[in-house]
């Protein structure tokens, strides 16, 4: 792995986060409006779907490489 992988590894990472996060959305409301349970059975695992990646945590050789203590 190298530094641009690295970099690179986390954007991709919260750029899909943030694009499944509107789908959840619509999803949750329309399942709601439609059938609630299915949509809410569809719908809250895509929620944390994406804020598990918006919220993922770099690997850590990606912390050594870039030379982060966090």
């Known amino acids: ?3 641009i992988n690295c970099e690179t590894e986390k ?3 919260r750029t ?3 694009l499944t996060l509107p ?3 619509a999803l949750g409301f329309l ?3 439609i059938l609630p349970l299915v949509g809410l059975f569809f719908s809250i695992p895509l929620f944390l779907f994406s804020f598990a990646l918006m919220a ?3 690997s850590s ?3 050594i490489l870039l030379k982060r203590n966090s």
């Open 23 to 25: 789908f959840a959305l």
């Open 11 to 13: 954007f991709s990472s």
């Open 16 to 18: 899909v986060g943030l």
């Open 61 to 63: 050789a990606c912390r």
């Open 31 to 33: 399942g709601s409006l």
């Open 56 to 58: 993922a945590p770099e």
């Open 1 to 3: 792995m190298d530094r």
